[in-house]
């Protein structure tokens, strides 16, 4: 797998991550649906919100890390 496409696949992942975390948000302030469901639904949106950062901040590090190392590279 060539570098452009790790990172485009990583840049997605942070992406799909930052939604799940805004998703967890909606739900926990705005949805009353969720809020009718009670525990279950704090369940609900909490999950999103740890989904999203389990797929964001790995993901931000690993594609700081490459950047970093491209950047050296090109200097050198």
């Known amino acids: ?10 840049k997605c992942c942070i992406s799909v991550g930052i939604c ?6 909606y739900f926990h302030n ?7 469901m009670g525990v279950t639904g704090i369940i609900i949106s909490a999950m999103c919100v740890a989904f999203g950062m ?9 594609l700081t890390f490459i ?10």
Not at 1 to 10: E, R, V
Not at 55 to 61: A, C, D, N, V
Not at 67 to 76: C, G, N, T
């Open 30 to 36: 705005f949805s009353e649906s969720i809020e009718a």
């Open 54 to 62: 389990a797929l964001s901040l790995p993901t931000k590090m690993y």
């Open 20 to 25: 799940l975390i805004l998703l967890g948000i």
């Open 67 to 76: 950047l970093v190392k491209r950047e050296a590279e090109k200097q050198e």
């Open 1 to 10: 797998m060539t570098d452009a496409k790790l990172i485009l696949i990583l």
